[in-house]
C-alpha cells in the first residue's frame, strides 16, 4: 500500500460538534489520512499535540487543521496540487472566512517587529483607525488578492506544511502552549530558505474560538506566548522595553 499523500492532523480540545462537522467535510481520500489528537484529558497545548500527531504521520505534506473548521469543496486537494507545482514552498495557508457568509477573517501577516508590536497588540490598535503599522502588519494591499501571495506568516487555523521542511526545523517549538506558534514555525521556515504563500484559491471556514470557550485561561497564555515569542525574535532590551510598552498601554487604558 502507497504512502498517503496528506496527513491532515486536528488537536481537539473541547470541540464537541465543531469537531464531527469538520470530519465530515474533510471527507474521504485515498491519498489521505486523518489523525484526531485528544487533548480533552491532558492538555499539553497546541504545539505539542501537532507535533505528536506527526510522529504517526506518513505524509508528505501535514495539514495541521483547526477542529472548528468546514473545508470548502477541493480546498484541500488544491492546497496538495500547488505545493506539488512549487517545491519552493514549505508552507502553504488557505483563505479563512469567519462563517458560512464568507465574511473574511485574516488569513496571513507580516511578522511584528518591535515598533510594530506597540501599535498592533495594544489598545493603540483600537484608537488609531488610521494606524500606518496596522496596515503594514496586515499586508492591507494585498489581503483581498484573489493570486497566490508570499507572505511572512499564515494563519494557524490551516497551515500546510512540507513534512521534510517540518522535520528540518524542529516542528513547532512547545514552548508555545498556544498562540504564536505559527509565527514561530514560519519565520523559521524562512530562514531554512523555503516559501511561505498564502493561497486564496483554497477555502475554509473557520468559526475561531470554540475550542477555547471554556479556556478560561486564554488572555494569560495569549500574553506569555506573545511575550515568548518577543524574547525569542527580538535582541536584548528590545522584547522587555515592547512588552513592558504594551501591558503599561493596556493598564492605562483599563483607567479611562
Not at 58 to 70: Q, S
Not at 75 to 83: A, N, P, R, T, Y
Not at 92 to 118: A, H, M, V, W
Not at 226 to 231: I, V
Amino acid at each position: 500500500m502507497n504512502k498517503p499523500l496528506l496527513s491532515i492532523i486536528i488537536v481537539d480540545y473541547k470541540s464537541g460538534k465543531y469537531l464531527e462537522g469538520c470530519l465530515s467535510t474533510i471527507g474521504k481520500n485515498p491519498n489521505w489520512e486523518t489523525i484526531v489528537i485528544d487533548n480533552n484529558k491532558n492538555n499539553i497545548g497546541y504545539g505539542a499535540g501537532c507535533n505528536k500527531g506527526t510522529r504517526t504521520a506518513k505524509g508528505k505534506y501535514l495539514l495541521f487543521l483547526n477542529p472548528d473548521t468546514i473545508v470548502l469543496d477541493g480546498s484541500l486537494e488544491k492546497m496538495v496540487i500547488f505545493m506539488e507545482e512549487h517545491p519552493e514552498i514549505g508552507v502553504l495557508g488557505s483563505r479563512l472566512y469567519n462563517s458560512e457568509k464568507k465574511d473574511n477573517q485574516l488569513s496571513f501577516c507580516r511578522f511584528p517587529g518591535p515598533l510594530t508590536s506597540i501599535f498592533v497588540f495594544s489598545p493603540l490598535k483600537n484608537f488609531w483607525k488610521k494606524n500606518p503599522f496596522w496596515k503594514r502588519y496586515i499586508y492591507s494591499k494585498k489581503i483581498n488578492s484573489n493570486e497566490p501571495v508570499e507572505v511572512d506568516t499564515v494563519s494557524g487555523a490551516a497551515i500546510l506544511v512540507k513534512k521534510d521542511i517540518f522535520k528540518k526545523v524542529n516542528g513547532f517549538d512547545e514552548k508555545f502552549f498556544l498562540f504564536f506558534e505559527e509565527n514561530d514555525l514560519c519565520k523559521r521556515v524562512k530562514k531554512v530558505g523555503s516559501k511561505v504563500v498564502f493561497y486564496p484559491d483554497a477555502e475554509i471556514i473557520h468559526f475561531g474560538g470554540k475550542s477555547m470557550a471554556e479556556f478560561n485561561e486564554k488572555d494569560k497564555v495569549f500574553k506569555q506566548s506573545r511575550f515568548k515569542y518577543f524574547k525569542k525574535h527580538y535582541p536584548f532590551p528590545f522584547y522587555l522595553f515592547t512588552e513592558g510598552a504594551i501591558r503599561l498601554l493596556e493598564k492605562l487604558s483599563k483607567l479611562k
